[in-house]
Every structure is written in structure tokens, then in C-alpha cells.
């Protein structure tokens, strides 16, 4: 089982593509693609923490839909544009504010905001948020794991830290399970 992050994938949001200028002609090709992008990296029995702004603006039927579309045990850090649809949302084995868990050794704050400091900064713990789509600039021990920081698709711990040593956007394709359309 592996373990992925992802944030502000935005479903059904008409804003979406203005707003952070997404590569997707329509908001039905946006959706698909994230849909399709994140079936690419995630199995069936791996876990993904969406760190909120699942999705805004489908009925409760569509949100569900979506949900139950996406591979894996889903868990949902809520954002500000989660609604009463997204989280009541059959599919979702965990909804709450923050959590803190630890992954591969390193011990994990998940928000859908950034900090500027949590619990256990001093002792390496990294703050993993959304909310910012890529446009704050980053402090030490944080990463923005937002679709649109991230590739458009759930990443993996060690994606997220080589992230900041590339200084841009992660690239397509950097999974084993196939590469994927923006």
C-alpha cells in the first residue's frame, strides 16, 4: 500500500479554470483529466489524503459519483469550499479539520491551510496544506501538495520533497503506473 496527497482538485467548479488558468478546455475536460490522472498513480489498495477543495458547484449525486470514480481509501482534510455534499459523501473512510500522522519515518501536519509553524516543527515534522494553488511561496519543512503545485495528480511523499529541490511544478508521467494527460 502507498500512501499519496493531493489538494484543490476543484470538481464541478466553474472558477477553476480562470482563476488558476488551468490547461483544460472545459471544465468537463478538467475534470476527467484529474479523474483519469489520479487513477494513473493510485491502486486500489493504496491511501490518499486530499488536503480539501475536493470539489464545488456539482449536486451531492456528481460529488458522490467523482468519489466513488477515484481509486483507493480516501480521507479528506476539509477545505473552504468543501460543502455539506462533499462531506457527507459516502466513500470518504475519514473527514476532519488537521491531522497528524506519520509516513515513511517522517512525521506529517495535513491542514488544508499552511502554517507558519505546528506542531513538531522543531523536530522535523513537515506541514503538508493546499489552499494556495502553487502561488505561496514556501517555507522550510512546508509543501503546498495542490494539483496545481503537484502535476495534477495525488504524489507520493518522496514527489513532494524532491518538489522543492526542482523548483517548479512536479512533471508528468513520474509514476510507474503510466503517464498522464494534462
Given at each position: ?172 508521467g513520474r509514476n510507474h503506473r503510466g503517464s498522464f494527460a494534462v
Amino acid at each position: 500500500m502507498a500512501i499519496y496527497f493531493t489538494s484543490d482538485t476543484h470538481f464541478g467548479d466553474p472558477r477553476i479554470l480562470r482563476l488558476d488558468r488551468r490547461p483544460f478546455p472545459d471544465l468537463a475536460a478538467h475534470d476527467a483529466a484529474l479523474i483519469a490522472n489520479w487513477n494513473a498513480v493510485v491502486a486500489p489498495e493504496d491511501e490518499v489524503w486530499h488536503l480539501g477543495d475536493f470539489a464545488l458547484g456539482p449536486s451531492d449525486a456528481r460529488v458522490a459519483e467523482i468519489l466513488a470514480s477515484l481509486a483507493g481509501t480516501k480521507h479528506l482534510i476539509r477545505g473552504n469550499n468543501d460543502g455539506p455534499g462533499t462531506l457527507a459523501a459516502p466513500g470518504w473512510a475519514s473527514v476532519a479539520h488537521y491531522a497528524e500522522i506519520t509516513v515513511e519515518a517522517r512525521r506529517l501536519v495535513l491542514c488544508h491551510y499552511a502554517f507558519r509553524t505546528w506542531n513538531g516543527i522543531g523536530r522535523g515534522a513537515l506541514n503538508l496544506h493546499g489552499h494556495s494553488h502553487g502561488q505561496l511561496k514556501p517555507i522550510p519543512k512546508q509543501y503546498d501538495v495542490g494539483v496545481d503545485a503537484q502535476g495534477f495528480a495525488p504524489v507520493q511523499l518522496p514527489a513532494i520533497l524532491a518538489s522543492r529541490r526542482r523548483g517548479a511544478k512536479a512533471p508528468e508521467g513520474r509514476n510507474h503506473r503510466g503517464s498522464f494527460a494534462v
